[in-house]
């Protein structure tokens, strides 16, 4: 597991590995845990920063790197913590 940040903001997400930076799956977000209460609502019980298609669908089988998403995402300003 590796964790990533934007240059000036607090939050840390959390992806799979140090290379999923370079993976056209990269999407950073903010993962919402609900669960069912006695009343029938869904209520919102917890957050956690991650990689939405992770939380969502799972990692991709193919996991390609591409070095020019690794470039553009550092000058958006992505780094490793």
Not at 12 to 34: E, L, M, Q
Request: proline share 2%.
């Amino acid at each position: 597991m590796a964790e990533f940040r934007k240059i000036g903001e607090k939050t840390k997400y959390n992806f799979r590995d140090k290379d999923c930076i370079g993976r056209k799956c990269w999407s950073p977000g903010t993962y919402y845990h609900r669960g069912a209460t006695s009343g029938g609502s869904r209520a919102t019980g917890d957050c956690s920063y991650q990689c939405l298609n992770r939380a969502y669908r799972g990692c991709p089988g193919e996991l390609i790197i591409d070095k020019d998403l690794i470039k553009i995402r550092k000058t958006e300003g992505w780094k490793q913590v």
